[in-house]
């Protein structure tokens, strides 16, 4: 059985996805280890969570007249059901487990029986009687919500052939086409899902609703709570090139356009998101992956404004920000969109989630400083188990479940390889069986069945990356940020070696807040010091490393951190005083060697101070 994966367009892409059952990630591999784990403890704690809290009771009261109770939760609690079965979904598709049949069918029976005839859906609206249906879109999430259950359609129809929620989202989607009243959320996430319904449904109609709904956008009707620009509103998609505004909204209209182009070719749209993403990962990115440096209102700030302390990267953004980026991927073909994917993938969203998989960061800063009060959600100490707006958790559930579907694409040539992952890829002429302990090695290994080209993307990071081939011939040499190609004939070996040295990196100058500090990174994965690694009485604050010093490795098997680095450098003094005058002692301080961790591991020993910038001695 053929099951497709998040993103299907319907017009030939640049490179087209492979099937989710053209894609097995290794279980041993660290991919393939987070969608087990995503499997036997995320989603099932999605779940749980999702019924304490009151997300299905809301529905529930919808069944008497007039619903008893209150309403619980934010206005938008919906969604989190629905990113919860658009993981189930993935799921069901990716290893054929009926575990949550009786969910499905108590879920499906309960919106059937309180969506109204004309197919609105909404339990929120329906149960508050001082609210009208879109009487409220900058704020009600009302199209969000449709959004993420046209999302979960789609996948619980491609993962297990479930018929009876898509036919409950396609009477939404049916009533937003025929609806009169020029229909703009205040949070986009309709556009890609609409474009999604129409690829899994053939149904023209809602792609032409979200063209419309993308075309409305920037005539500055959307002017409440932070403006227009929070909203994307405040110019249209062809002439709004600078990220701005909700992070998370920026990432998902962005992926809705980018999707948009994908089915009608309108090369205006292409170019506009080019240039968009130029802004938003050009000088608005976090080293992490992260999104949005701005806790007031979760946005985008000015060019290099990124604070490591105040950085709220939220995990949506990230997940966000990959699956645009998997967008122009298919779109171009272009290695930058994977490496981005990449650095997000296995840094901010891998922070994200305790090892377990039942506690989740909100808000993923690069620096938590001695003495943080992390009483507050938006800020916590460490992963908390959900969030009164719990987004983040059934949207990392239902990324993992897809994750498969996001590492490798296909077209005439043959098998493009972009997440290095140890699995079995298959496309029409070829499987591909990948060796490697990637991203803590560098040494990845392909063997090939049947023949054709196979393109292995080679990190902007592996500077002196070399491949190795038996019984093919190599079309394109391994260049830094682009793809090693190989011809390969039947039972063709491909070694490509990637050189796994841990690195100084610097920003921008005009990243004012890191000036004058370095991170460390190895491969793809960023380093951080903990407070829990530093000797008894010093502080991180007081860390300055000797950027001149070797740094060297530690190897601890089956560790959650299985390469750990030591670097060199001083402890300087605590000061008595919050200001003194300045003298010309900067190199005092005891020399000190610690121990960094891959940034993703972090808290996962309590709360406690760290950096991922440190300043130089």
């Known amino acids: 059985m053929i099951v497709s994966g998040p993103a299907v367009p319907r017009r030939a892409p640049y490179v087209a996805p492979l099937p989710l059952s053209a894609v097995r990630l290794d279980p041993a591999s660290l991919l393939g280890r987070w969608q087990e784990l995503n499997a036997a403890a995320t989603i099932p704690h999605c779940l749980e969570n999702i019924r304490r809290t009151g997300v299905i009771d809301n529905f529930s009261r919808l069944t008497e007249k007039p619903p008893p109770g209150k309403f619980r939760g934010f206005w938008f609690a919906d969604s989190d059901l629905y990113k919860t079965l658009e993981a189930i979904g993935w799921e069901i598709g990716r290893s054929g487990t009926d575990q949550w049949a009786d969910v499905l069918s108590e879920v499906a029976d309960l919106l059937e029986r309180v969506q109204e005839s004309d197919g609105y859906l909404n339990s929120y609206v329906q149960g508050?009687?001082?609210?009208?249906?879109?009487?409220?879109?900058?704020?009600?999430?009302?199209?969000?919500?449709?959004?993420?259950?046209?999302?979960?359609?789609?996948?619980?129809?491609?993962?297990?052939?479930?018929?009876?929620?898509?036919?409950?989202?396609?009477?939404?989607?049916?009533?937003?086409?025929?609806?009169?009243q020029p229909l703009l959320d205040g949070h986009p996430e309709v556009e890609t899902a609409l474009v999604e319904l129409y690829r899994e449904t053939g149904e023209e109609s809602y792609l032409r609703s979200a063209e419309a709904q993308i075309e409305r956008r920037g005539q500055r009707t959307l002017a409440g709570g932070f403006g227009p620009q929070y909203f994307q509103d405040h110019l249209p998609v062809r002439e709004a090139i600078e990220a701005i505004g909700h992070s998370v909204r920026q990432l998902y209209?962005?992926?809705?356009?980018?999707?948009?182009?994908?089915?009608?070719?309108?090369?205006?749209?292409?170019?506009?998101?080019?240039?968009?993403?130029?802004?938003?990962?050009?000088?608005?990115?976090?080293?992490?992956?992260?999104?949005?440096?701005?806790?007031?209102?979760?946005?985008?700030?000015?060019?290099?404004?990124?604070?490591?302390?105040?950085?709220?990267?939220?995990?949506?953004?990230?997940?966000?920000?990959?699956?645009?980026?998997?967008?122009?991927?298919?779109?171009?073909?272009?290695?930058?969109?994977?490496?981005?994917?990449?650095?997000?993938?296995?840094?901010?969203?891998?922070?994200?989630?305790?090892?377990?998989?039942?506690?989740?960061?909100?808000?993923?800063?690069?620096?938590?400083?001695?003495?943080?009060?992390?009483?507050?959600?938006?800020?916590?100490?460490?992963?908390?188990?959900?969030?009164?707006?719990?987004?983040?958790?059934?949207?990392?559930?239902?990324?993992?479940a897809s994750l498969h579907g996001y590492a490798a694409t296909t077209n005439a040539s043959g098998l493009q390889l972009h997440l290095l992952s140890a699995g079995t890829f298959t496309a029409e002429t070829l499987t591909a069986v990948v060796e490697t302990g990637y991203p803590f090695d560098g040494e990845v290994v392909v063997t090939v069945s049947g023949h054709g080209e196979l393109a292995i993307r080679v990190p902007g990071w592996a500077v002196g990356a070399s491949v190795a081939v038996t019984g093919g011939k190599v079309l394109a040499e391994p260049v830094p940020g682009d793809y090693v190609r190989v011809a390969c004939e039947d039972g063709a070996t491909v070694r490509l070696s990637?050189?796994?040295?841990?690195?100084?990196?610097?920003?921008?100058?005009?990243?004012?807040?890191?000036?004058?500090?370095?991170?460390?990174?190895?491969?793809?994965?960023?380093?951080?010091?903990?407070?829990?690694?530093?000797?008894?009485?010093?502080?991180?604050?007081?860390?300055?490393?000797d950027a001149a010093a070797p740094i060297t490795?530690?190897?601890?098997?089956?560790?959650?951190?299985?390469?750990?680095?030591?670097?060199?450098?001083?402890?300087?003094?605590?000061?008595?005083?919050?200001?003194?005058?300045?003298?010309?002692?900067?190199?005092a301080g005891t020399p000190i060697t610690v121990t960094a961790i891959p940034y993703h591991a972090w808290a996962n020993r309590g709360p406690g101070a760290m950096r991922v910038w440190l300043p130089t001695a």
């Open 128 to 180: 508050s009687p001082d609210k009208e249906r879109f009487g409220d879109l900058i704020h009600s999430h009302e199209l969000y919500c449709a959004g993420h259950l046209m999302q979960a359609a789609v996948a619980l129809h491609r993962g297990g052939g479930d018929e009876r929620i898509l036919a409950i989202a396609r009477r939404v989607a049916d009533l937003i086409v025929k609806t009169d």
């Open 253 to 400: 209209l962005a992926a809705g356009v980018t999707d948009l182009y994908l089915e009608n070719g309108d090369e205006s749209l292409l170019a506009a998101m080019e240039q968009l993403w130029d802004s938003a990962f050009g000088s608005k990115l976090y080293l992490t992956g992260g999104h949005g440096s701005r806790h007031r209102d979760e946005a985008y700030g000015d060019p290099y404004e990124l604070p490591p302390d105040r950085a709220y990267a939220e995990t949506c953004a990230s997940i966000a920000a990959l699956q645009w980026c998997w967008r122009m991927l298919l779109a171009t073909g272009q290695a930058r969109y994977a490496e981005e994917m990449e650095r997000a993938l296995l840094n901010a969203i891998a922070a994200s989630m305790t090892t377990d998989g039942t506690a989740f960061f909100y808000s993923n800063p690069l620096q938590l400083r001695t003495g943080h009060d992390g009483s507050s959600e938006d800020a916590p100490s460490e992963r908390l188990p959900w969030y009164d707006c719990a987004c983040c958790p059934p949207n990392l559930a239902r990324l993992l």
């Open 498 to 545: 990637l050189p796994m040295v841990p690195r100084l990196t610097r920003a921008d100058e005009r990243v004012d807040a890191v000036r004058g500090c370095l991170a460390v990174e190895r491969g793809p994965l960023v380093y951080c010091v903990e407070q829990a690694d530093l000797p008894a009485g010093v502080l991180v604050e007081q860390l300055r490393l």
């Open 553 to 587: 490795e530690e190897r601890v098997p089956d560790d959650l951190t299985p390469v750990r680095l030591r670097l060199t450098g001083i402890a300087r003094p605590l000061e008595t005083e919050l200001y003194k005058a300045y003298q010309p002692d900067a190199q």
